[in-house]
C-alpha cells in the first residue's frame, strides 16, 4: 500500500478526530515550501526550519493582529494563561481566518485545563490549515491526556508525518504504539 502524503495523513487523522469536511487552506508558497524542506529525510538543521515555518504561519496580514499575536505569544511564555486567552480572542475577533491564532489560543486553554475550548480551536486551526503539524500534536497530547491513546497516535503520526524530525513526537508514538497494541516499553 503506497503512503500517503504528510497533507493527506493530516487531513485523514482529523477528519477522523473531527469528521472535517473541506479544509480552507491558506498557505503562503513560502510555508509550503519550508514544509517540503522539513519532510526531507537528512535535515541537519531542521529546528530552525521549524522556526521559519512557525514565523510564517505567524503573519496574519494585519498589524493589528500581529501586533495583538505577539502579545498572546509573551504572555503564553510568561505563563500568564488567562491573559493570552485574553489576546488571542482579540486577534481571533479581528481575523477570524488565521489559523495560528486558533493554536495559540488552544495552547493556553490546555494550560488551564479547558479541553473542550481546546479542541474547538485545534479543530479551526486544521480547518485553516491542515498541514499545521503543532495543532495535530496539541490534538494528541489532549486525546493522550484523555485516555484516548488510539486516536492520540493517530494525531502524532500525522504530526510526524509532516515533521518526521520532533524527537519528542517520535517518543509520543513509541510509547503510544506499545500502550495501543498492548505491549510494554
Request: net charge negative; hydrophobic share 45%.
Amino acid at each position: 500500500m503506497r503512503a500517503l502524503s504528510p497533507f493527506l495523513n493530516c487531513v485523514v487523522a482529523a477528519g477522523l478526530v473531527f469528521g472535517l469536511s473541506q479544509p480552507v487552506l491558506a498557505q503562503t508558497e513560502a510555508a509550503d515550501d519550508l514544509l517540503a524542506l522539513l519532510a526531507e529525510p537528512n535535515l541537519p538543521n531542521w529546528e530552525k526550519v521549524e522556526q521559519q515555518i512557525y514565523s510564517e504561519w505567524a503573519k496574519s496580514g494585519s498589524p493589528a493582529a500581529d501586533l495583538l499575536l505577539r502579545r498572546g505569544r509573551e504572555a503564553l511564555e510568561a505563563e500568564e494563561f488567562v491573559l493570552a486567552i485574553e489576546h488571542l480572542t482579540a486577534v481571533i475577533d479581528h481575523t477570524p481566518d488565521f489559523a495560528e491564532a486558533y493554536n495559540m489560543r488552544a495552547t493556553a486553554f490546555f494550560h488551564v485545563g479547558q479541553y473542550g475550548p481546546s479542541m474547538s480551536d485545534i479543530q479551526q486551526t486544521l480547518r485553516l490549515n491542515p498541514s499545521h503539524f503543532g495543532a495535530m500534536t496539541g490534538l494528541g497530547a489532549i486525546m493522550e491526556a484523555t485516555g484516548d491513546d488510539a486516536r492520540a497516535l493517530l494525531a502524532f503520526q500525522a504530526a510526524s508525518a509532516i515533521h518526521p524530525h520532533d524527537p519528542d513526537l517520535k517518543t509520543a508514538i513509541e510509547r503510544l504504539e506499545a500502550k495501543v497494541s498492548g505491549t510494554t516499553l
